[in-house]
């Protein structure tokens, strides 16, 4: 990938090149068998493919990423695990991950395609997995309430050109020149196509650690997120399908969650999850993970119907939404083991 964001925001909106086409969702599999409609299609947008050609890419990502007919609205779904990383000891598994986005998308007047999205993911107990509420940190023997992951929104235009980074609300300023938008695609086994796409930034902390000593990591924010997309290439051929079913996974690396209160300590957190189209919206999600959203606000079940902004992650709605917490008497962010020397004369 080049430098598009295709998050979660996307692909809520993930698996190896050897799962092939038995990754490609159940349901999803068993519409796209339908028979294809006759006659011209309704929507205009390119289908002949072309890894070259910037106007394929665009228009087949954001048939990935959205429905593309106007007034639809697309749901993805995300799982998976997340996991502490400090040195000299293994790396941990912490939590379950688990959520979604509904993201609808309209059509410009230069051929482009502006995506509105929300999505909302809750943290869920390693060994019960219920939505957790509280955790307690194995790291520092604390409990801590735990604050999901709520977006709204999480916009950005889809063009013939590689779009600039995420702003968020200003703190990230790289700027780049204009260049034509092109993925990493490949050709998988059995009639498959393989997305690779991600981004590496490096950006100010909205929570610095002046004002927020136990929730901010450092003076900036170091993010790596990575995505698998695979794909028929008979859906992406279809001009007839303004949805692209897909399945894959994401990766991230970030650093501690501002409410695990970790400060400054040394480590970080991965990651890693699969994630695919729900053709059902609602009624194909887990029951409490609706009801869970419901109870936060009934907007999380429904995409953005209006454009606004902006467009900022966790972190920074962190920042905005929530209070720093009290610093103890003698708090330290909590240390890694000293290394061991596991040849040294016992």
């Known amino acids: 990938m080049d430098e ?4 979660r925001r996307g692909a809520l909106g993930m698996a190896g090149a050897a799962a ?17 409609p006759k006659g011209k299609p309704k929507i205009d947008f390119v289908t002949k493919i072309d890894f070259k050609d910037p106007k394929w890419t665009r228009d087949t990502y954001a048939r ?22 400090r040195d000299n000891e293994p790396v941990r598994p912490l939590m379950n991950v688990e959520g979604f986005s509904f993201v609808r998308i309209n059509r410009q007047a230069d051929g ?22 509280f955790w307690d940190n194995p790291y520092t023997g604390e409990r801590v309430r735990v604050v999901p992951i709520a977006n709204d929104p999480f916009n950005f235009t889809i063009s013939e050109f590689v779009p600039e980074p995420p702003s968020y609300g200003g703190l990230q300023t790289v700027k780049r020149e204009p260049k034509p938008f092109l993925q990493d695609w490949q050709w998988g086994p059995e009639g498959t196509m393989i997305l690779n796409t991600g981004i590496d930034m490096m950006y100010p902390n909205a929570l610095q650690p002046d004002k927020w000593p136990r929730e901010s990591s450092g ?29 894959g996974s994401w990766s991230r690396i970030t650093p501690w969650l501002p409410w695990m209160l970790m400060g400054q300590a040394p480590g970080h957190m991965s990651y890693f ?3 695919s189209t729900i053709p059902d919206g609602i009624a194909g999600l887990p029951k409490d993970l609706v009801a869970a959203a419901r109870a936060m606000d009934e907007k999380w079940l429904h995409a953005p119907e209006t454009d606004y902004g902006p467009s900022l992650s966790s972190l920074e709605n962190y920042a ?4 720093p917490a009290p610093v103890p008497a003698g708090w330290s962010p909590p240390q890694p083991p000293a290394p061991r020397n596991p040849f040294a004369a016992k």
């Not at 598009?4 to 998050?7: D, G, H, I």
């Not at 482009?112 to 509420?133: A, G, H, M, Q």
């Not at 905005?320 to 209070?323: D, G, L, M, T, V």
């Open 219 to 247: 003076f900036m924010n170091r993010v790596s997120e990575q995505f698998i997309y695979v794909v028929k290439k008979e859906d992406v051929e279809n001009p007839h399908m303004t949805h692209i079913p897909h399945t």
């Open 20 to 36: 092939g086409a038995a990754l490609v969702p159940v349901a999803a599999d068993a519409a796209a068998k339908k028979a294809a």
């Open 4 to 7: 598009m964001k295709v998050s």
């Open 320 to 323: 905005r939404e929530q209070k």
């Open 64 to 85: 990935l990423d959205a429905n593309v007919e106007p007034g639809k609205e697309k749901c993805g779904w995300i799982r998976g695990k997340i996991f502490g990383v």
């Open 112 to 133: 482009s395609w502006r995506r509105l999205l929300r999505e909302i993911v809750f943290y869920r107990d390693i060994n019960t997995n219920e939505i957790l509420k």
């Open 273 to 275: 999850t699969h994630f």
